[in-house]
Each structure stands twice: as structure tokens, then as C-alpha cells.
């Protein structure tokens, strides 16, 4: 898969020529950036209605997503043990009732959701026993269940289960805000949001979400959707790929504020955007790309393009081995390098398993010949 980016996605000037609309007038302060979770306010913490975790590449497995996403995801059940703990110095510090009996102040805790489908620069990680694809949100979800089963205190007072959800509709940074706001803030009453990315993918997802959640309201952020973000460190990626990733980012951000934002000014001109102008939304270039075999010169792309592919995921180098991630780095001992050990060498994965569907028949063909074979010698001898 090449890695030009989709024809029509936020780093290209798409624009209908009919439309003269402006952007609503925005001051600075309407979101606020946090490198730290100490750096937020408590009372900015107890204020948020949901937590949004941005997802980043192709999962390393189902329960496992690349190490800078598993950061966000750690983010993201720190600023939950970041309230419980706020809530519990509260209730030691109250006095007591006259009656004797603490009054313990009620726990609200937002709930997290988790996004994206996956990446336009990589194939789906696809599940083994099913063949279904791995969505990149319901990888970051497993890993969180993970980390709230893991930890006793939280778990007693955080019902993940009914408190993490995913989204799973996205593929680039757009979509992920779009869908988030119409499949579920919007829905659901959110309007308080923090949202977690990686340092590397920060300025064009503030550009991004800035836009989104404040087109359609009248003073834009005042009477519906106050956000904040924070950053995440960009973990487990070479330097290279980050530096080749962030370059991508700032020409992304600035077409964002400059074209896309001042054209695209109602959630239905986002909607005719992705739909007519999005090669990964519109029907007729999904029907295309179904049916039109790519290059090889398109799926390796130059060297720049292996290098922000890089910063996608589960990229795979010739010999079949992941080869995006700095091997140094790593999450509770689980290695950041995935192989694929169990292919024949010099061989992919998917060539692994072409090789084994076409295993039987080239033994049946074995055996047809060698009964010829055999048949033959029997008659020459009997001459």
C-alpha cells in the first residue's frame, strides 16, 4: 500500500468553489494544552465529562497497541487514579457529622472512549480465528480493561465495563473528530472532553478537534463543547520516524486552520466533505480501490515514505519482521518488536499462508504423477 496520503484527506486543498463560508471567530483560550497530568487542575480534572484516547497504528495483537498508544492509554487511567485519589484526600479531610459518621463526597469519574478503525497507510491487523479485522480503538480498549483488572484500588471504584467505549467508523484525524462528535459526544451529553495524544500528533489534532467540536454553535466553544489535551511522549519510535511523521503533521495543521476550517463551517459540509471529497469515504474510489490491484512501486513507496509509515504501526520490513518500533522500548517486559517468527525465512506472513493453501494441491499433482509414473514402469516391463 502506497503511502501517498488519501487524495482528499486533510493535507490536500479540498474545496467546494461554491462556498465562501468563514469560520467562526475563535480566541485562543477556548482549549487549554497540558504536557503533564500533574499540570491540570484538580477542579479542570473533576469537570471533564469524557476522556478521549486518540488511536495511532496498526495494533502489535489484539490485546496490544503500539507502545506510544499504550502510553495514551496509561494517560488516560492516570487522570482516573489522578480523581479517585483527589476524592479520597477530600473525604479524610472532612470532618466528622454530628452523628459520628463521615459524609463521604459522590465519586464522578469520566468515562473514556477509545478511537479509530485503523490507518490509511497500513493493511488490518486481521484476528486468526475469525479472520475479522482488529480495530486500532477495540486494541486500546483491551489494554485499558487490562490495566483497570490489573490494579485492585481503581478497579473498585471505576466500572470499566460500562465506562470505556470505542469508536470504530475512523481512519485519519479527521474522521476520528467527526465521528466522535456525531456517534457520541453529541449523543450522549459529553461536553467536557480531554483529549490524549502523542506529542508528535498534538498540534494537528488540537487544529483538528478545535474545528470540529466548534462549527454549528453560536459562540463556538461558550454554550456547547470546552476541550483540553494532553500530551503523551512519542514512545517506541525511531527518531527518524518521529522527525518524517512531525513534518507530515505540520503541513497537515496548517492546511487545517488556513483551508479546510474556513470552508467547511457545518457538520454537514464536514459530512459532503468526507463523503464526495475522502477517498476513504467516497463509494466510487472504495469501489475502485476494491477491484484495482496496487503497483509494487506504490506498495514500497521511497525511503520517506517507509519512514512515516514507520509511525503507523505494525510496518514490516522484507524479511517479514516489524521494524517501526525502537527496539529498546517496551511496555511490562512484552517486547516492542513483533516477528514473525513462525514464517518460513525470507517469507511474509500472508506468502506463509499462500504457500500452505496451495500445499494440498501441489501433493495431490505429486501423487497423480508418481502413480503415472509408476503405471508406466509396469507396462514397459510386461512388453
Not at 240 to 257: C, F, I, L, P
Request: hydrophobic share 35%; aromatic share 8%; charged share 20%.
Amino acid at each position: 500500500m502506497a503511502l501517498e496520503s488519501p487524495n482528499h484527506s486533510e493535507e490536500e486543498s479540498s474545496s467546494y468553489d461554491r462556498m465562501e463560508l468563514e469560520s467562526p471567530d475563535h480566541s485562543e483560550e477556548e482549549s487549554i494544552s497540558y504536557d503533564c497530568i500533574s499540570s491540570i487542575p484538580f477542579d479542570a480534572l473533576q469537570s471533564i465529562d469524557a476522556i478521549i484516547v486518540l488511536g495511532g497504528g496498526v495494533p502489535i495483537s489484539p490485546k496490544l497497541p503500539p507502545p506510544f498508544v499504550q502510553n495514551r492509554c496509561e494517560a488516560a487511567k492516570s487522570v482516573i487514579d489522578s480523581l479517585i485519589a483527589g476524592y479520597e484526600r477530600a473525604d479524610r479531610n472532612m470532618s466528622d457529622n454530628a452523628d459520628g459518621s463521615n459524609q463521604k463526597k459522590h465519586i464522578s469519574l469520566p468515562s473514556i472512549l477509545c478511537l479509530s478503525a485503523g490507518t490509511a497507510h497500513l493493511p488490518q491487523l486481521m484476528a486468526k480465528h475469525n479472520g475479522l479485522p482488529i480495530w486500532e480503538s477495540t486494541a486500546s480498549a483491551c489494554y485499558l480493561f487490562e490495566l483497570f483488572s490489573k490494579d485492585p484500588c481503581t478497579f473498585e471504584h471505576y466500572a470499566a465495563e460500562k465506562k470505556i467505549f470505542v469508536e470504530t467508523s475512523s481512519y485519519d484525524t479527521i474522521s476520528n473528530a467527526y465521528f466522535a462528535r456525531t456517534v457520541h459526544t453529541d449523543q450522549c451529553g459529553w461536553r467536557n472532553l480531554l483529549i490524549i495524544t502523542s506529542e508528535f500528533h498534538m498540534d494537528r489534532s488540537k487544529a483538528i478537534f478545535d474545528w470540529i467540536f466548534s462549527i454549528d454553535g453560536r459562540h463556538g466553544f461558550s454554550d456547547e463543547y470546552l476541550l483540553c489535551y494532553l500530551s503523551t511522549p512519542n514512545a517506541g519510535l525511531t527518531p527518524e520516524a518521529v522527525a518524517s511523521r512531525k513534518e507530515r503533521e505540520a503541513n497537515s495543521a496548517a492546511n487545517v486552520r488556513v483551508r479546510l476550517s474556513k470552508t467547511y463551517t457545518t457538520m454537514f459540509s464536514v459530512w459532503e466533505f468526507l463523503t464526495q471529497k475522502h477517498d476513504l469515504y467516497n463509494a466510487l474510489t472504495l469501489t475502485q480501490r476494491s477491484v484495482q490491484p496496487q503497483s509494487d512501486a506504490d506498495a514500497c513507496g521511497d525511503n520517506s515514505s517507509q519512514l512515516l509509515k514507520q509511525s503507523y504501526g505494525n510496518c514490516t520490513s522484507n524479511n517479514g519482521a516489524s521494524n517501526h518500533l525502537n527496539p529498546s522500548k517496551s511496555s511490562d517486559g512484552i517486547p516492542t518488536v513483533e516477528t514473525e517468527s513462525e514464517a518460513p525465512e525470507g517469507k511474509s506472513e500472508v506468502e506463509k499462508k499462500q504457500i500452505d493453501m496451495h500445499q494440498p494441491a501441489l501433493q495431490t499433482w505429486a501423487l497423480l504423477f508418481l502413480a503415472s509414473a509408476i503405471s508406466f514402469a509396469v507396462g514397459r516391463r510386461r512388453i
